[in-house]
């Protein structure tokens, strides 16, 4: 995708496409800088790219790619059986970008736009450099002013966008790009040395955040990169590698050590209660004792409404479970099911877990079926987050979600490759 395709198009439908391509990059960008900049570009590339949509009869894949508009219309289903119609509506508002798969999917059918993943990329890694650049600011002003190292973790560090989100966003682009400079696909000295840097900057950034699920995904993703530069790069790089990642990852965890001890320490405890069937699992504010007291009740939830609450009712059910509990901190802080997959059990009982699950495994399957590191990677990312928070419940999840599930899905649809896992 180059400017010049608008001069080579040749009807209006062909410029109006390419100027929704561009709007829903605009959109990406935005993601990781500020939620509320997201949907004036997203709209603009929904209506430019809607004479498209027609094409989407001839895409392949179709069964895989409509996924998530199924899962949109059982919560449309879901309403139904709600009585709290407020939320059920703004719960399918939040949503609402599930449906674009077919315009996405249909956009990148034009010549133009089979390329798109790229440039995709290169706006999301834009968006998260000034999200890193506005957070930094932030953390700055935060240690300047009270002197914690804590100022340079977490929420902290994460400005705008949820940690848990941001961790999510970089360890995709820390795998995309770490995975393209490793095989060569990058042209020029001067290219591959600046995607050399930004990994440096998002394995850096990823491990400060110290969200749990980040983390996971940084250990995740180094590994396989880790194996895919012993395949690729002689073995006189190795040595270099290995010391660039151990004091990139080393400088910013002797920074943060007793904030991710106390984590580490946090995450034990509550397991330990939980265990032992501790009162204060219920009324001790951690994210961790809040997420298994969340988790329980949602578990509960589900084997007494095996069709679900309900697309509205999904809080008044975890809310009567935690007040029968006497679970104060999830009262307090209203918790929702903090896993996506317990979260659709909760709301559409069994056939949406069994959906949201489909979600996830089925991207995976067809990512190792095709050899598609790409997207093997980005469904083992999206499982690991999805465990652990309700990644579809907020548009920062459902945008970044939709837009590369449509384009990887589609990537994967139109290649055939010979070296295992090699996009």
């Given at each position: ?6 001069h ?6 062909e ?16 993601l990781?800088?500020?939620?509320p ?20 009869g ?19 289903l879901?309403m ?14 939040v ?14 059918a ?10 995709a ?27 914690w ?19 999510w ?34 394995l850096?950034y ?14 995740l ?32 965890l ?5 904030v ?8 034990t ?6 265990v032992?069937g ?5 009324t ?25 609450a309900?697309?509205?009712d ?7 479970c ?81 837009l ?20």
């Open positions: 995708m180059h400017l010049s395709d608008w080579s198009a040749t009807t209006w439908k410029r109006s496409a390419f100027a929704g391509r561009c709007a829903l990059l605009l959109a990406i960008a935005a990781p800088v500020h939620g900049l997201v949907p004036i570009p997203l709209a603009l590339g929904i209506v430019l790219l809607l004479p498209q949509v027609l094409a989407f001839s895409v392949k894949d179709k069964g895989i790619l409509l996924l998530p508009v199924v899962f949109y219309l059982l919560h449309v879901g139904a059986w709600t009585t709290d119609t407020d939320f059920g509506l703004f719960d399918l508002e949503k609402l970008s599930l449906l674009l798969v077919p315009l996405v999917a249909a956009g990148r034009q010549p133009s736009g089979r390329d798109l993943p790229r440039p990329m290169a706006a999301l890694s834009l968006g998260l450099l000034v999200a890193m650049g506005l957070s930094v600011h932030s953390a700055w002003t935060c240690f300047a002013a009270n002197g190292l804590e100022c340079f973790t977490q929420s902290y560090l994460s400005a705008y966008i949820h940690p848990s989100y941001m961790a966003f970089a360890c995709w682009s820390l795998f995309y790009w770490g995975w393209e400079l490793i095989d060569g696909n990058l042209p020029g000295g001067r290219s591959r040395a600046w995607a050399g840097g930004w990994l440096v900057v998002l850096a990823a491990v400060l955040l110290t969200s749990k699920s980040g983390l996971l995904g940084l250990a993703v180094t590994a396989v990169l880790l194996i895919r530069a012993m395949r690729k790069l002689p073995r006189g790089a190795w040595p270099g590698v290995g010391a660039i990642l151990v004091v990139v990852m080393a400088v910013p002797y920074l943060i050590g007793p991710l001890t106390d984590r580490i320490g946090e995450t405890s509550a397991l330990g209660r939980l032992r501790d009162a204060d699992l219920l001790v504010e951690t994210s961790s004792n809040e997420r298994l007291v969340a988790w329980s009740c949602s578990v509960q939830r589900i084997a007494a409404s095996p069709w679900g309900g697309t509205g999904i809080k008044h059910a975890l809310m009567a935690y007040q029968e509990k006497g679970a104060t901190a999830a009262i307090q802080h209203k918790l929702n099911s903090h896993s996506q997959v317990l979260q659709s059990g909760v709301a559409l009982g069994w056939p949406g877990l069994l959906l949201v699950c489909a979600l996830m495994l089925v991207p995976l399957a067809i990512g190792l079926l095709r050899n598609d590191a790409f997207l093997a990677i980005f469904a083992l990312l999206f499982i690991i987050n999805g465990a652990i928070e309700s990644v579809l419940e907020v548009q920062a999840g459902v945008v970044f979600f939709i590369f599930f449509t384009l990887l899905v589609r990537r994967s649809g139109g290649q055939h490759r010979k070296d295992p896992m090699q996009p």
